[in-house]
């Protein structure tokens, strides 16, 4: 029994996944999941508890305006309720988060740009080798000169 042709697309979906961009961006992405992991983490585990002895017992996830107008002792008590919240205190820390996650970004990026100008500076000669180097071979794809005529002897040098 034959089996069914492939449809064209699923080579050049396999020529797209397995190119080295895609892959790296999929790392990229587990990588960022698990930080944002950590983060989010460091912000409800330690930062606030820290802000909250800061200032004075405030839990910051519990930070919320209920638009009902009715007043709930907590957050959890007011979902449960089906009551409309304004979660100020959730919105700060996604705030703080996202200042941790791009500051650590900015210095991802800083110091992957600082490596990748110097693999430039390394690979890249400068323009007078360039120009020596053009001067070269020209000089190499001269045809020799017959004998006879002004220009170099069989013995001189350049």
Do not use: C
Not at 70 to 76: D, E, K, T, V
């Amino acid at each position: 029994m034959l089996a069914p042709k492939a449809p064209s697309w699923m080579s050049e979906f396999r020529a797209f996944i397995m190119r080295g961009n895609v892959v790296d961006l999929a790392v990229g992405i587990i990588i960022g999941a698990a930080f944002t992991g950590v983060v989010s983490s460091l912000v409800k585990d330690v930062l606030n508890p820290l802000l909250g002895l800061a200032t004075g017992g405030v839990d910051l996830s519990n930070v919320f305006v209920s638009l009902n107008g009715q007043h709930y002792a907590n957050l959890a008590d007011a979902q449960k309720a089906g009551a409309p919240t304004m979660n100020v205190g959730l919105f700060i820390n996604a705030i703080i988060q996202f200042l941790i996650v791009s500051f650590a970004v900015f210095w991802l990026v800083k110091v992957l740009t600082r490596l990748h100008v110097r693999q430039e500076a390394v690979a890249a000669p400068d323009k007078s080798e360039v120009l020596l180097g053009e001067i070269r071979d020209l000089l190499a794809a001269r045809p020799e000169p017959t004998s006879g005529g002004i220009g170099r002897t069989a013995g001189s040098a350049i």
